[in-house]
Nanobody, 117 residues
């Protein structure tokens, strides 16, 4: 059993900042990659940012320069620092974990991020 626990979502004003956290725990052997996806109502889920255990990152074009993903491998935790937030960033953000043993996948429950004045 693996648990993926997210935190940090909430309401923020345009131009503001928010930091999301996601910790994976349980029987997972090791983690290959962790990341964030988001899905707004009526839209498909899209990749926001990912980071491998080695530090390789990937960002959606829409968040480049504004969001920064980082990780603490020892704690199996990934963070998403979101700056200069826009109303278009409003979405449910989901943490994604890919294990290194067999590339098994796990998802968090999602955390709501709302950017509004």
């Amino acid at each position: 059993q693996v648990q993926v626990v997210e935190s940090g979502g909430g309401l923020v004003q345009p131009g503001g900042s928010l930091r999301l956290s996601c910790a994976a725990s349980g029987s997972i052997f090791s983690i290959y990659r962790m990341g964030w996806y988001r899905q707004a109502p009526g839209k498909q889920r899209e990749l926001v940012a990912t980071i491998t255990s080695g530090g390789s990152t990937n960002y959606a074009d829409s968040v480049k320069g504004r969001f920064t993903i980082s990780r603490d491998n020892a704690k199996n935790t990934v963070y998403l620092q979101m700056n200069s937030l826009k109303p278009e960033d409003t979405s449910v953000y989901y943490c994604h974990v890919a294990g290194s043993r067999s590339r098994e996948e796990y998802w968090g429950q999602g955390t709501q991020v709302t950017v509004s004045s």
